[in-house]
């Protein structure tokens, strides 16, 4: 069985021979010097790279693994209090998604932090953004991992997780039920992030209150937030939720949308003629499928449709991308908890307190939400995602008892 | 309800039309919101004025029909369902007609294809296999095109066999028996493009007084880089056909079809209308302007299908321009909106693995 190795040295290879080649690796404890290093290179590499350097989404990971954030990260994985040693699971057998870039390189970096020796499975539809960062990476000479490529063969897949500790799946459900099909060996574990929906929440009072630049500012963190990947990330908020009276709530919606309007005009935002039409279908067929208090679509890069007051959820799941929002009001936040369910991910938040967000927490109780972060941030990376903390998921330990 | 041989089907100009129009669609809205609950729904959510202009009576898109029955007519008067003939694999619209929308769209056509073809039926080519209509499993448009325009024709001849080759004994003979006589030729582009006229060239037949009407869009002529008119020259160097014209229609909206004019331009009937939008603001565009195109029948009574966003770009040449021979507007069509793809979570390489 043959694959394309990309990394560490590009040629067609069979994929027994990468897989002795990283049995032969020597091990690493979490947070080992090198591999935090190493990353620490990487950050450096991508910063100063011309053609990573402008792209936001290259920056945000060179941010997050520059060398300072690394030791924040590792002091959060202090020696263990039981006295039992973190070890890594071994070999990592990473399958990132395609639609966004430099996942890959995040799920890769984070088990390298875990010490583990890798195999990652590039999608032949990745973008050249991807292709750049692997240039980067090639020049690091991580001799623990292997970054390949191969067509839907399911006998690939399997010869691989057979000899894999830990298989990472980053969904799609569709994949992430194909893959689970094929066997993992007895001992291996497998952390998987399906399909995932993700919301965003605005105090209606706090943006009329805002001036101008202020405004200003939050449409650019919820352009960023909604359309870095044309909004088909998942921690992209589908679903926008005025919290606030409903003359509050339109009135700030008026102002946000006018704002919005600008930073796509200033930000150069251009979508295609077909998925401007398939964002109308899409907002029509809600309003044919369900109650839809109004389509607002003066401009089809910025959609909303208005489901009116209440918790509500638009008929279907299926969403066109590249700036569409199902619109809501609530008079409290609390209110929300019905539209939440374990498929909701990311609840970025603008104007709501900190007291409010725990006490819809603890409300919702594990029934859905992994994470509440301020507005502008969906897309930024932790180590804790989806409610997993991959250090743990990606790492064993050792008890020892003198 | 309308009789679409109430004027010739050119005979209006537009400023008399979009009165007329204007009047027409905004009773066949209130006629929809009042038998369709779904669209009664959207109509609602788009809110908007009470129409003052064509233009701002309410566009479906025309995926709709993909997804959602759309209907406006109880299931008992339900006459005929039509599907699109998408290609396998793909979801086609349905299409319910009643018999009143049916004989309308057949009034329609028969005023449309009378200007074109004159009062006497001519001896007809179906240039496609007669199966095509024989399964009634498969009746879809393309069955429900070569029915509809049967009737403006005599003695038909089905030029391919099962195969899709030329019958060549079979229009040999056909030939012979109408030899001096006009002739109509009726098919799908494509199939006229690809198995008709090659095996025509090669088997040395020839036309010396026909026309050939045929539709179905240019999307794999586009690919092959054939435009209308190398179409007709390179036609009539094959098959001797000297009169060749192409007409804009779909299974939404069958009998309102826009045949091309003598300056190659297509026409839509008084009946019927045609505005290009700006994909960014949905706004109607001006002639000269390159948009999408929405077109408008007066014709659907059965479905709300009377104002519908297509997923055509085209773009008006010019309005009233050849009165008096042809009042209206006249459109040229410039292909599919191209596909784009978004890449989404559920697009992973691995979602291919097992497929």
């Not at chain 1, 290879?13 to 990468?18: K, L, S, T, W």
């Not at chain 1, 080992?32 to 990487?42: F, R, V």
Request: charged share 20%; net charge neutral.
């Amino acid at each position: 069985m043959i694959v394309a190795e990309l990394l560490p040295s590009p040629a067609p290879r069979p994929i027994a021979e990468i897989l002795d080649r990283l049995d032969a690796a020597p091990a690493l404890l979490p947070f080992d010097p090198a591999a935090l290093q190493m990353l620490g290179e990487l950050s450096r590499r991508i910063l100063a790279a011309k053609d990573l350097a402008r792209q936001p989404d290259a920056v945000a990971l060179g941010y997050w693994l520059r060398p300072a954030n690394l030791a924040r990260l590792a002091d959060r994985y202090p020696p263990l209090s039981d006295g039992s040693l973190r070890v890594p699971a071994g070999l990592a057998f990473h399958i990132p998604p395609s639609n966004v870039d430099m996942m890959f390189a995040y799920s890769w970096a984070a088990g390298l932090m875990a010490g583990n020796r890798q195999i990652v499975r590039l999608s032949r539809r990745r973008g050249t953004l991807a292709d750049t960062l692997l240039a980067v990476i090639a020049e690091l000479g991580d001799a623990r991992s292997a970054f390949i490529e191969y067509d839907r063969e399911d006998a690939i897949t399997a010869a691989i997780s057979a000899r894999s500790d830990l298989r990472v799946i980053w969904g799609g459900d569709a994949a992430v039920a194909a893959i689970r099909a094929v066997p993992l060996a007895p001992h291996a574990k497998e952390t998987v992030f399906a399909d995932r929906l993700s919301l965003t929440m605005l105090a209606a009072p706090t943006v009329l209150a805002l001036d101008d630049a202020a405004l200003a500012n939050l449409a650019g963190r919820l352009f960023n937030d909604v359309l870095t990947f044309d909004q088909m990330a998942c921690s992209s908020p589908r679903r926008l939720i005025w919290v606030g009276s409903v003359e509050a709530a339109d009135a700030a919606e008026k102002r946000l949308t006018l704002a919005m309007a600008a930073e796509i005009q200033r930000r150069g935002y251009r979508i295609a003629t077909a998925t401007a039409l398939e964002k109308y279908a899409a907002a029509c067929r809600a309003a044919i499928r369900g109650p839809v208090r109004a389509i607002e679509h003066t401009r089809t890069d910025w959609v909303l449709v208005d489901l009116g007051d209440g918790p509500a959820a638009p008929p279907d799941a299926s969403h066109p991308g590249a700036g569409l929002l199902y619109r809501c009001r609530v008079d409290d936040v609390a209110e929300i908890a019905p539209m939440i369910d374990r498929s909701v991910q990311t609840l970025t938040h603008f104007g709501i307190d900190r007291a409010t967000l725990d006490q819809l927490a603890v409300r919702l109780a594990g029934k859905g939400i992994d994470r509440m972060v301020p507005l502008g941030e969906a897309l930024a990376f932790d180590l804790i995602w989806d409610g997993y903390d991959l250090i743990d998921e990606f790492t064993r330990r050792v008890v020892i008892r003198p | 309800m309308i009789d679409p041989q109430a004027h010739p089907p050119y005979g209006v100009p537009q400023a008399q039309k979009d009165a007329l129009l204007l009047e027409q669609l905004v009773a066949l809205t209130a006629h929809h919101r009042g038998h369709c609950p779904p669209y009664a729904r959207l109509v609602q959510a788009l809110g908007g004025p009470v129409p003052t202009r064509v233009a701002e009576i309410p566009f479906l898109p025309v995926s709709l029909f993909k997804t959602d029955l759309l209907t406006s007519v109880p299931e008992d008067q339900l006459f005929k369902l039509v599907t699109s003939s998408g290609t396998t694999g793909q979801a086609v619209s349905r299409i319910t007609l009643d018999r009143n929308t049916a004989a309308l769209q057949s009034r329609a056509l028969a005023a449309i294809m009378g200007d074109l073809l004159g009062p006497e039926r001519l001896p007809m080519v179906i240039v496609d296999c007669a199966s095509t209509i024989r399964d009634r499993a498969r009746f879809n448009a393309r069955a429900a095109g070569i029915l509809g325009m049967m009737i403006f024709g005599r003695q038909h001849f089905y030029a391919l066999d099962d195969d899709m080759r030329l019958d060549v004994e079979g229009l040999r003979r056909f030939l012979e028996k109408f030899a001096g006589t006009r002739v109509l030729l009726f098919g799908f582009t494509w199939l006229v493009w690809k198995h008709f006229a090659p095996e025509m060239a090669e088997a040395g037949l020839r036309f010396d007084d026909a026309i050939l009407v045929h539709s179905g869009g240019w999307k794999r002529l586009a690919d092959e880089a054939v435009d209308n008119a190398s179409f007709k020259a390179r036609l009539r160097d094959m098959t001797g056909i000297a009169t060749v014209r192409n007409f804009y229609g779909m299974a939404e909206q069958v009998g309102s079809v826009f045949v091309e004019g003598e300056d190659g331009l297509l026409y839509p009937p008084w009946f019927a209308d045609v505005i290009i939008r700006d994909p960014l603001t949905l706004k109607p565009l001006q002639p000269g302007e390159v948009g999408v195109v929405q077109v408008l029948s007066l014709l659907p009574m059965s479905y709300p299908g009377h104002s519908l966003l297509t997923e055509d770009l085209g773009v008006i040449e010019h309005i009233d321009g050849a009165a008096p021979a042809r009042y209206g507007k006249g459109l040229r069509i410039l292909g599919r909106v191209p596909k784009t793809e978004l890449r989404g979570c559920s697009d992973v390489a691995a979602a291919r693995l097992s497929a």
